[in-house]
């Protein structure tokens, strides 16, 4: 079975620095990643996405995510940290199937913006 | 334009009630999502709609619940006899708007209904 580990639960990051957040996964084809962020209160929003093609991936809000096949490993990163980046991100992976594309998340990871 | 929306946002039952909650999916999505989101933890998926037909229900916990979307619409997901681990936020997505289903296909998320049983 499919499964996506976020090694960091909490992140604390000083405002104008540059964050990366790791994930991992576990799945037995190729991957369709996603990652999403998610502010108190609010759904979740889709920040990028990889399923085929260049491994380095753009994505809204200046994030961007590489794709490493063999660390199993899609991390997510920015150059320069806003205070407004402050909320939770979830990497997922999506379980292709003739029933539609569900997503396995990971645990999420927390992430803190110091002024 | 319109996103995913559900109602109510937040609910209060007491343990051994019965709820249902609402999602209204973006217009013309042909699929539709149920997670499940406990404090603290990443959604986990309940079941699955394409249109009106429910193609996977693997993920919910027992059979105290049910989800429906008659008319490949509007989806309610049922939970009788609620329990104190029901409480969590149950996110409703939907996607593929062009009638057709494919893995990339983004899934929109709605705000979520926060359930609380006591």
């Known amino acids: 079975a499919q499964s996506v580990t976020q090694p960091d639960i909490h992140i604390t990051v000083s405002e104008g620095a540059s964050l990366e957040l790791r994930c991992n996964y576990s799945y037995g084809a190729t991957p369709y990643l996603f990652w999403y962020v998610q502010s108190p209160g609010q759904g979740l929003q889709l920040l990028l996405k990889?399923?085929?093609?260049?491994?380095l991936v753009q994505g809204i809000k200046g994030f961007e995510a590489e794709f490493k096949r063999s660390q199993s490993s899609f991390n997510l990163r920015k150059p320069s940290v806003h205070w407004s980046d402050a909320a939770e991100y979830f990497c997922?992976?999506?379980?292709?199937?003739?029933?539609?594309?569900?997503?396995?998340f990971g645990g999420g990871t927390r992430v803190l913006v110091k002024p | 334009g319109a996103g995913v929306s559900q109602s109510p946002r937040y609910k209060v039952a007491k343990r051994g009630q019965d709820v249902a909650l609402r999602c209204d999916p973006i217009?013309?999505?042909?699929?539709l999502f149920w997670y499940q989101q406990a404090l603290g933890q990443g959604p986990e998926f309940l079941t699955y709609?394409?249109?009106?037909?429910?193609?996977?229900k693997s993920g919910l916990p027992s059979d105290r619940f049910f989800a429906e979307r008659p008319e490949g619409s509007v989806s309610t997901l049922k939970i009788q006899r609620t329990q104190q681990e029901d409480s969590a936020v149950y996110l409703c997505a939907s996607s593929s708007p062009l009638g057709r289903v494919s893995g990339s296909d983004e899934q929109y998320f709605g705000p979520g209904t926060r359930l609380t049983v006591t």
């Open positions: 997922a992976v999506g379980v292709i199937k003739a029933a539609g594309n569900k997503l396995t």
């Open positions: 990889y399923f085929s093609g260049d491994t």
């Open positions: 709609f394409q249109n009106e037909a429910q193609l996977d």
């Open positions: 217009s013309g999505h042909v699929s």
